[in-house]
């Protein structure tokens, strides 16, 4: 099994779509992360968690699932990296495979130490591109070989049809 542990403001800092958006709404930014981070999670197989500091969310450590994807907000005295370093160490074993997404140097370094693997922020972005662009082209071809109707009809006959299904006359 393949888990990617994600760095949520590391990321959100890097992109350079979501760091615009947090500096609106910081909200905003992490559900689109979160968003993304499911359809990556949908498409890759892998089992997606997303770790955020809980210094911009005050409280104790809170875990939820959005979208099938696991979402930690730290305890208050602890950073995403203690968390991701403790997730990574907990998580590993002969059958997983751990990815760390984080652009913090140092971060990539530790986690490296414990035999998960680092992705930069940058890296996952590109990654991230080319499985929207896969999904899109897979969507496409679906619905470029699905048959409109059982009946063969011509473009005209369709468009009139279509008019009628729409109430037009």
């Given at each position: 099994?393949d888990?990617?542990?994600?760095d ?6 890097a ?10 709404d910081?909200s ?11 359809e990556?999670q ?38 995403a ?13 002969i ?19 414990q035999?998960a ?18 999904i ?15 009946i ?7 468009e009139i ?9």
């Amino acid at each position: 099994m393949d888990i990617l542990i994600v760095d949520g403001y590391n990321i959100i800092g890097a992109w350079p779509s979501l760091r615009e958006l947090k500096s609106k709404d910081l909200s905003s930014a992490r559900d689109l992360l979160i968003e993304k981070m499911a359809e990556y999670q949908a498409y890759t197989g892998y089992r997606v968690i997303i770790v955020f500091d809980a210094h911009l969310v005050k409280g104790i450590e809170k875990k939820n699932h959005k979208h099938k994807v696991e979402v930690i907000f730290t305890k208050g005295n602890e950073t995403a990296d203690e968390h991701i370093e403790k997730l990574a160490k907990q998580l590993n074993n002969i059958k997983t495979q751990i990815h760390v997404a984080t652009s913090d140097y140092t971060e990539q370094w530790a986690i490296f130490g414990q035999g998960a693997l680092r992705k930069s922020a940058r890296e996952l972005l590109n990654e991230m591109g080319s499985v929207e662009k896969r999904i899109e082209n897979k969507v496409k071809k679906t619905v470029e070989k699905k048959p409109a109707s059982k009946i063969q009809l011509s473009n005209e006959v369709a468009e009139i049809f279509e008019k009628w299904r729409r109430g037009q006359q």
